[in-house]
């Protein structure tokens, strides 16, 4: 039966005014009618769940975000919530049975103001289907996922182009809108389907619901379970919800006035990720759900997502250790050259620096394969920056930062601030307690630092042999990982570990 398609979009309009005004901006932009161009593949989904391939490996989801930001590169949220929004969606993933990871190129900066304010522009669609990748989950993360067609929304899945849009105030640790769209990318519909253009309201739907949903088509699912397989989403492991979640904000239990048509008080469950229950709330998937999330995953149209590769299983544990800056830096062109240790099992580290040791104050961050970066001005002299490091893999974005260090820059002429590798060598003797320096070049100079940035000793040039060795007593300093550095920072310092 066909839907008039005007009321439907009124409605539609109505009910993004309330989510703004009354809910904690659960809903997500998929309407009834988005989730009806793809009910038949659910449908189908649910029919082949019966005979999934039931294995005991997760199945490989690869992700990629393109992190829209305007053109002088501002407006993208702080790539640490990206890794924070992968740790949590990676987790939700994980007991529905799939390993969610990163593809070479998973985390893509874009600076386009055009695609970043107004992305539902045909030309702007046009440069999104240039930035889609193969072989991924395509997620768009712009100022506004709703601005301009349907209002203001958090997030939703287009069918046609089989990506997800979401606003950049969701890229955030804890937040489910990222896995809610995962969940209809994988073919699912809401738990309060036939309910999404009108929200059950006392005043229109007490006291029992009426047998068939606001969309005029979709019976309605009553709770003694009866006709589950037929009315609402179709499964019977999802207790009817009718849209409860938007406008129901106050906790995670239900308690209002809902009632089914057989006139027995609603029982939805809050905790559904495909509910619009708010996000302190969401955290499962159905048995049924995982089943035909993982059955759309096996099609044919999904054969793009299963690639011959098995993402990293190895655990990351080792904080990074911060080697330099550590204290006030000169530098004569405004660059500056930032190291820290390598961590067992990460592939890549994000390097944020701020001038707020929250780092929420105009962050600037960098994701890089090596320990060491150079990064450029303009610094504010006579003020205190603060730096950190995260270590990641594709598939393990958990890992706490680094704690900050902090320093600041004085701009001088005459240095050379390219660091290259040392040509000296610093070696630790357990016997005799000593650490020598070797291959000294003539006027070098060396410091001793330990991790809280504090210089042991320090030694100039007179007191480098002729032999270029110079040799530090250590038999007074407590064992663990120290670093010799030059302090004029012609070269990168070296770390090394006192037994
Ligand atoms: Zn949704």
Excluded at 331 to 354: E, I, N, R
Aim: overall charge negative; glycine content about 8%.
């Amino acid at each position: 039966m066909p839907i008039k398609s005007v009321p439907g979009f009124l409605l539609l309009a109505i009910l993004m005014t309330i989510d703004l005004t009354l809910s904690g901006q659960t809903a997500c932009g998929v309407s009834d009618a988005d989730q009806r161009s793809w009910i038949g593949r659910y449908q189908e989904n649910i029919r082949h769940s019966g005979s999934l391939d039931l294995r005991s490996e997760n199945r490989a989801l690869p992700i990629v975000f393109h992190l829209l930001g305007r053109d002088n590169g501002t407006g993208r949220p702080p790539l640490n919530n990206v890794l924070d929004l992968m740790c949590s969606t990676a987790n939700l993933l994980d007991s529905a049975g799939f390993d969610l990871y990163l593809i070479e190129g998973g985390v893509n900066i874009v600076d386009n103001e055009g695609v970043y304010f107004q992305h539902h522009l045909a030309g702007n669609q046009q440069t999104m289907r240039t930035l889609k990748m193969d072989s991924a989950v395509n997620v768009f993360v712009v100022a506004d996922a709703g601005s301009g067609s349907t209002g203001s929304v958090l997030g939703y899945y287009d069918l046609q182009d089989d990506w997800i849009v979401i606003s950049r105030n969701q890229i955030k640790s804890g937040n489910v809108t990222l896995a809610h769209e995962i969940g209809h990318f994988l073919s699912l519909v809401h738990t309060h389907f036939g309910w999404d253009g009108q929200p059950w309201q006392a005043s229109i739907h007490g006291p029992k619901a009426p047998l068939i949903a606001p969309n005029g088509v979709t019976e309605t699912e009553k709770m003694d379970g009866s006709n589950c397989l037929t009315a609402g989403d179709q499964l019977c492991d999802t207790p009817p919800d009718y849209n409860i979640g938007l406008s129901w904000t106050q906790s995670c239990t239900y308690n209002g006035d809902a009632r089914d048509p057989d006139s027995v008080a609603l029982d939805p469950d809050e905790t559904q990720i495909m509910s619009y229950f708010s996000d302190a709330c969401r955290a499962v998937f159905s048995a049924e759900q995982m089943a035909i999330m993982q059955t759309d995953w096996d099609s044919p149209a999904r054969a793009f997502l299963r690639r011959s590769y098995v993402p990293s299983a190895d655990t990351i544990s080792d904080i990074p250790q911060l080697l330099m800056p550590t204290s006030a830096v000169q530098t004569s062109t405004g660059d500056l050259s930032f190291s820290w240790t390598k961590t067992a099992g990460a592939t890549h580290y994000l390097l944020q620096v701020d001038r707020a040791v929250g780092f929420n104050l105009s962050p600037r961050d960098f994701i890089v394969a090596d320990t060491f970066f150079t990064l450029s001005g303009p610094w504010i002299e006579q003020t205190s920056y603060f730096w950190r490091i995260f270590a990641f893999h594709e598939s393990a974005t958990c890992l706490a930062p680094s704690v900050p260090s902090t320093f600041s820059v004085e701009t001088i002429t005459g240095l050379s601030p390219e660091l290259t590798p040392p040509t000296w060598r610093a070696m630790y003797d357990q016997n005799n307690q000593t650490i020598r320096v070797v291959d000294v070049e003539p006027g070098s100079s060396f410091e001793l630092v330990n991790l809280e940035g504090k210089i042991i000793c320090s030694m100039r040039e007179a007191a480098i042999s002729r032999n270029r060795t110079f040799t530090f007593q250590v038999s007074h300093l407590p064992a663990g990982l120290y670093i010799i550095r030059d302090p004029r920072y012609n070269s990168l310092p070296q770390k090394i570990v006192i037994r």
